[in-house]
């Protein structure tokens, strides 16, 4: 609690080292190697943006979209979905003892857009073009999926950035604007929502235009949809998952109403995941019965399907569903990590593994060391980030001054 | 976990069904990746006869034929181990003569092979399967080489040597009054007449009546004959086999009193009566067609008739609505007198340099409807001699002018701009055309006069002795007034280096024709000589 | 709320007006059909023409001022491997031999007439020109490479090795030639006409023509003609154009028919999707209000209930009270009346005996 009360300046000075050290002030294995993440990360950024897209990763003009887009953006995104679904569940379904869970939420899907965009800033040849909104402020192709992905998460950061203010808001103890931010909560809520809904299912839709590429198990004029109704299940997840993951690390920063609501909170959301991934295994099943592609499944890509859809998505929805009904935290746990890898395979699936399917092997993409390299330093900053914001800020507690003014 | 036994339930039967759909599924692959990869064998008989009374149960058998026949040459069993015999001939169904019910059928294949096979696994000795899907088998071991086995001229006139001229050894007709089968003498006619691919009440298929026909022949016959004669499947239905079948050269006529030489009449006695015929009558040399193909069956169809009786004027059902004028000059079909010519000039190479370009669409000119519809001289009966008058009477021989009367070199020098002129050899071409018809009749008729020759080149325009140049119609590319026609540029490469190609003329590179203008720029290349 | 309600539906539909009616290309999901500006221009390339020269490449490396190649173009080993499209040559020859004789597929971007690089730019830097050429301006791309993603043919390419300033490239159908009147490079050079140039509707003319003409030589397919909703560029072929590479799966959907449903739900889902969510709060708000009336309601008459339990057990107490209390003076009463007795007896006693 002292700590909460630091000015922001004390904490800013005291960032750097407090990052790379732990509480002994030794280095530990794992901030040694937050180290090496940081170091190679921008070595290789400098690398990216001296010489080249090229110099750096393995696109081709076959497969222009790699690692940066498949990982980064679409696993991002749909990973950050449990801030939507989180202050949806809360303030617009009056399931008000989530309420605590919001704020982390929210700052994971913050801080997950952030990474999104930051991505994309590697990613596209001409940054400077993107920083400068060429798409919004230049000329508008509005005939585009990615005009419309591109301007909802544009929203959506902003959005989120003001439902993210109350909390520095706080930790700086401006009242005025605090409350101005707070009265916001239900309008930024809804537009997020529609937000979310537009960009997480649009993202799927990308790849509408490339029925000849991508393998028709995966493709599906329901892409959308799957993107949608999986991207709910990835968010709800995840808030189980980074929940338990602060839990481990952050314990003491938790305030007395964040424990008490975790354990209902898991067991409310394992029963919504359950339900989400039924009706998304329901909807992929659709997806293949619409298109009858059954034949499609006795084939190697039909097999991995096969393993994507029940190992990925039946699986876990059985595992949620026997969890919430015996109490068991700890499959609940278990499934939520199931579920991410499942979705986060579902998009390299669809943004790489059957794309191009058509192709002879050799003339695949395979990630080159250096894309996965800051894939993972882009996943290490958002941590440290994280790590920084709620060791500081009142995210898994109540601000003493403001504790009261909540609805 | 506060129930442990739940969890393990569950994910045991999550499990279990996903092993279950992994595994049919993986069945379900190797049977579509198993298709085509077995061993091709041309005696592979498919035992799937009781598809005539529904669907089968299991996957159908594949027979090896040929290795059941050895197996028993080497125990010395005959055939009557499996074939029943009919008037004193083997019949080639398994163990019976004909499918009464389903049970029955299927009761003669098991009882017979698994007894058979489990006897001589008894007698220790190696033989066939017995277990339901070593020969119901989903995926199949073989791959069916088996092509129908033709029966030329050639192989006909050594059956008639052998048997005497004794054609009613094979050839019968049937009598449906006496029901009777009888020979009628000099009206022989292919099997198709009566034998069709089907079965039909007592006339056997094609493929039992063959089968009976030359299997049991050869058999009685094996032992007279110092030939080898063919019994076994791959003997005649193996394409390989077909190289050992002697070839006759040539082969002697048939004797069956068709004419020599005959006048095509349209069937209508009115039309067809000296003076009356509108169109002039075709004489046609039967004799020399009977050599130009192998079987009689490539103009006739299966029965022997004149074309007439089918192909009539106005057509009939008979001939399948084909009528007289059609059956004889139809282009896209090699039964008729144009289309079997076509193909002639479009298949042989030394032709096809001009003919390709002759468009499906175009019209036969009126100067080579005479070529066939010779005019009739006056005061000639229509009989078979005139028909050989009229034809010895066309010319034997191509013609085109004299050698000083062609140039000999053109210079193309108008259009070079990256390459140097062209010496164009135009002499050495016409000759070398020319030289290639060589003594083909077909040729020879058709390019009688003199300019004709010319127009493989000089096309579209009439025959002349100074025909127009290229230049004269082709000009600038892409004339959207007419952009059919290619430029001057176009025409040339596309008519001398299609032409090259087609003839297989190795000259097709860039300086085969024109030298490069400057060598240092890239070096010469020459697509020819790869 | 500090905003409007209205206020706040009005900027959600304007976001999603801008995204779905924005553009005017978007029209593939109606009845209309586009075949192309009139007398857009196009090529017509005859495969059975092709003697793999290479003519093309060399006149486009050299009119479109591309890097020039390390192998001469006169090279013919060049063409034993199959290549692709990149960001150094806009056109490439391909060889591939059927049935014993090689045969030569060029390869460009084929100018669709509605392209699906042009339908998935965000920032619209593909252009259809009315005659035809499918352009690309290099001034706004942001590089995301999407129409390389889109793009059936797999045409678009990118500069990845240019670390400031890389581009998309692919054939321009040499519209600055156009321009000028002049023909397209490719065009120009070739030597046996395999590629003419003329207005698409003409040359669909001459493919047709060709066919019907020499039915034996070619297949019975113009591959542009429907492909992809119609290219600009047209081929014909003696044999199956998927044994020479080209792909005959596409379908004959013009490329923004498959986005256009997904565009049209995004004006629904910004009208409908708020009025949902703020029916769910309402829904939500009222249920936690009945919940808090009820309980209200409750405590009231639990209240009531107590109240007049306790008046009763008041009143009895009362009664009870009063009546003891009326016993009480009762008894005092009689007591009194006892005490009143006792002492006029005693009194008279004592009278008495004060009077003895």
Redesign the interface.
């Known amino acids: 609690m002292s700590e909460q009360k630091n000015s922001p300046a004390q904490g800013m000075a005291g960032v750097a080292s407090r990052f790379m050290k732990d509480d002994n002030d030794k280095f530990s294995p794992l901030a040694t190697l937050t180290v090496i993440i940081l170091v190679v990360g921008t070595i290789l950024t400098i690398l990216r943006f001296t010489q080249g897209l090229g110099a750096v990763t393995n696109l081709s003009d076959t497969h222009p979209w790699g690692m940066w887009i498949g990982f980064d953006l679409m696993c991002g995104v749909a990973l950050a979905a449990g801030g939507y679904t989180t202050s949806a569940a809360c303030y617009l379904f009056g399931m008000k003892k989530y309420h605590s869970a919001v704020r982390p939420a929210i700052l994971t899907a913050f801080l997950g857009y952030a990474v999104v965009v930051v991505s994309l800033l590697y990613d596209v040849g001409r940054p400077d073009r993107l920083i400068l909104a060429y798409p919004f402020i230049v000329q508008q192709g509005t005939t585009s999926l990615l005009f419309e992905v591109g301007l909802c998460v544009l929203l959506y950061l902003t959005v989120l950035f003001l439902e993210f203010t109350p909390i520095p808001l706080e930790w700086l103890g401006l009242r005025k604007a605090r409350n101005i931010a707070v009265k916001l909560t239900l309008v930024l809520t809804i537009f997020g929502v529609v937000l979310s809904t537009l960009h997480q299912s649009s993202l799927g839709a990308l790849f509408l235009i490339a029925p000849s590429k991508l393998h028709p198990l995966w493709y599906s004029p329901y892409l959308a949809v799957f993107f949608f109704v999986s991207s709910i299940a990835a968010g709800l997840s995840m808030v189980i998952f980074e929940g338990t993951l602060s839990h481990k690390a952050l314990h003491h920063r938790m305030g007395k109403e964040y424990l008490e609501e975790h354990p209902p909170l898991v067991l409310g959301y394992a029963k919504a995941a359950a339900l989400v991934l039924f009706g998304y295994f329901m909807v992929k099943v659709v997806g293949i019965t619409a298109d009858n592609n059954w034949h499609l499944l006795p084939t190697p890509y039909g097999i991995w399907f096969l393993v994507e859809l029940l190992g990925f998505v039946a699986l876990p929805c059985l595992l949620f569903a026997v969890g919430s009904r015996n109490n068991d935290v700890g499959l609940i746990k278990f499934s939520a990590v199931w579920t991410i890898i499942g979705i986060v395979l579902n998009r390299l699936n669809i943004s790489m593994i059957a794309f191009n399917y058509h192709l002879p092997l050799e003339e695949r993409y395979v990630p080159s060391w250096m894309e996965i390299a800051l894939s993972i330093f882009m996943v290490t900053c958002l941590i440290l980030v994280f790590r920084f914001i709620v060791t500081r800020m009142p995210v898994f507690d109540e601000h003493p001054d403001f504790r009261e003014t909540h609805e | 976990m506060k129930k442990p036994g739940h969890l393990f339930r569950w994910t045991t039967i999550t499990l279990f069904c996903l092993g279950v759909f992994l595994s049919t599924d993986l069945q379900g692959k190797n049977q579509s990746t198993g298709q085509g990869q077995g061993e091709q064998r041309a005696d592979i008989i498919i035992i799937d006869g009781m598809t005539s009374w529904g669907e089968l149960e299991k996957p159908s058998v594949e027979f090896p034929h040929d290795a059941h026949t050895e197996a028993l040459a080497i125990e010395k069993i005959s055939c009557d181990k499996c074939h029943l015999k009919k008037n004193e001939s083997f019949f080639p169904k398994f163990k019976r003569l004909e499918d009464k019910d389903r049970v029955e059928v299927m009761n003669i294949y098991h009882d017979n092979c698994i007894g058979c096979h489990g006897e001589m696994r008894l007698q220790g000795k190696k033989t066939g399967p017995i277990e339901c899907d070593d020969c119901h088998r989903e995926q199949k071991l073989y791959v069916s080489s088996r092509q129908p086995v033709g029966f030329d001229n050639s192989l006909h006139y050594r059956h008639v040597e052998v048997h005497e001229k004794k054609c009613e050894q094979c050839h019968h007709e049937y009598d449906e009054k006496t029901k009777k089968l009888f020979h009628a003498k000099e009206k022989e006619g292919t099997c198709r007449y009566c034998h069709k691919e089907e079965t039909q009440e007592n006339r056997l298929s094609m493929r039992i009546s063959s089968h009976i026909a030359c299997i049991n022949c050869h058999l009685k016959n094996q032992e007279k004959n110092p030939l080898n004669l063919p019994v076994k499947c791959s003997q005649c239905h193996a394409p390989s086999a077909w190289q050992k079948i002697k070839k006759l050269d040539p082969v002697p006529r048939l004797e069956r009193k068709q004419p020599d030489m005959v006048m095509i009449k349209t069937g209508d006695e009115e039309l067809d009566a000296v003076g009356k015929n509108r169109m002039n009558l075709v004489p046609f040399n039967h004799k020399a067609h009977e050599g130009y193909n192998n079987t009689c069956r490539v103009c006739h169809h299966q029965e022997m008739k004149k074309c007439n009786e089918c192909h009539t004027l106005g057509g009939s059902d008979a001939g399948k609505g084909v009528n007289l004028e059609l059956a004889m000059h139809k282009k896209d079909t090699d039964h008729s007198c144009v289309g079997c010519h076509a193909q002639q000039y479009k298949k042989n190479k030394d032709c096809a340099g001009c003919h390709q370009f002759t468009p499906a669409t175009a019209r036969m000119s009126n100067r080579s409807c005479e070529v066939c519809h010779i005019p009739l001289p006056e005061g000639v009966e229509l009989n078979d001699k005139t028909a050989q008058l009229l034809l010895d009477g066309r010319p034997q021989k191509p013609d085109t002018y004299r050698q000083e009367e062609i140039p000999e070199k053109i210079v193309i020098d108008k259009l070079s701009k990256k390459y140097e002129a062209v010496d164009f050899p135009h002499r050495k071409i016409v000759n070398s055309i020319v030289e290639k018809m060589g003594d083909n009749k077909l040729a020879a008729h058709f390019h009688a006069e003199k300019a004709t020759v010319c127009s493989g080149c000089h096309h579209n325009g009439p025959l002349t002795k100074q025909p127009s140049g290229c230049a004269s119609c082709h000009t600038k590319a892409f004339n959207d007034k007419d952009m059919h026609k290619p430029g001057i540029v176009g025409a040339y490469h596309i008519q001398c280096m299609e032409c090259h190609a087609t003839m297989k003329i190795d000259k097709v590179g860039c300086v085969d024709c024109h030298k490069e203008k400057s060598p240092q720029l890239s070096s010469p290349r020459n697509k020819g000589k790869e | ?3 409007s309600r209205r206020k ?1 539906l009005g900027w ?1 539909g304007a ?1 999603g007006l ?6 005017d ?2 029209q593939a999901a109606s009845t209309k059909e586009f075949t192309g500006h009139p007398g857009s221009f196009g090529v017509l390339h005859d495969i059975t ?1 092709c ?3 290479r003519s093309c490449e060399e006149a486009c490396n050299t009119v479109n001022s591309l890097p020039r190649s390390a192998k ?3 090279d ?1 080993s060049v063409l034993n491997k199959k290549r ?4 150094k040559e806009y056109t490439v020859v391909n060889k591939s031999v059927q049935k014993g004789s090689p045969l030569f597929l060029k390869i460009q971007c084929n100018h669709c007439l509605e392209p ?1 690089c ?8 593909f252009e259809k020109l009315p005659n035809g050429a499918v352009v690309y301006d290099a001034s ?7 129409c ?3 793009c ?1 043919f ?1 045409v ?12 998309v490239v692919k054939c321009t159908l040499c519209a600055p030639r156009l321009e000028k009147g002049q ?1 397209p490079g490719c ?1 120009e050079s ?4 395999s590629l ?4 698409r509707d ?2 669909l ?2 493919a047709r ?1 060709r066919i ?6 070619y297949v019975d397919h113009i591959y542009g003609e429907h492909e992809m909703g119609g290219t600009n560029w047209l081929y014909l072929s003696g044999v199956p154009f998927k044994d020479i590479g080209m ?1 005959e ?3 004959n959907m013009p ?2 028919a ?2 256009s ?3 049209h ?2 004006p629904m ?2 009208s409908l ?2 009025v949902f ?2 029916g ?2 309402g ?3 009222r ?2 209000k009945i919940a808090a009336e009820e309980k209200e309601k409750a405590v009231a008459i639990a209240v009531e209930q107590a109240e007049s339990k306790a008046a009763e057990t008041l009143s009895q107490a009362m009664e009870k009270a009063k009546k003891e209390k009326e016993n009480i003076l009762r008894r005092m009463e009689r007591t009194r009346k006892k005490a009143a007795e006792k002492g006029l007896a005693k009194s008279s006693e004592t009278k008495s005996e004060e009077g003895a």
């Open positions: 709320m500090s905003i706040f959600m976001a801008a995204t779905s009616f924005g553009g290309r978007a023409r003697v793999g020269c001469p173009y006169t013919e692709r499209l990149n960001s699906a042009a339908s998935v730019c965000f920032v619209d830097a706004v791309c942001v590089g995301c490479r999407y390389m993603m889109a059936p797999e678009p390419t990118y500069e990845y090795d240019d670390p400031y300033t890389p581009e023909l065009v070739c030597p046996t006409e003419i140039f003329g207005k003409d040359l003319k001459v023509a019907e003409k020499y039915p034996e030589r792909r799966d596409l379908g490329a923004p498959l986005t449903g997904a565009l739900v995004v889902v910004v999707w708020p969510l703020a769910m709060y829904m939500a708000k249920r936690n």
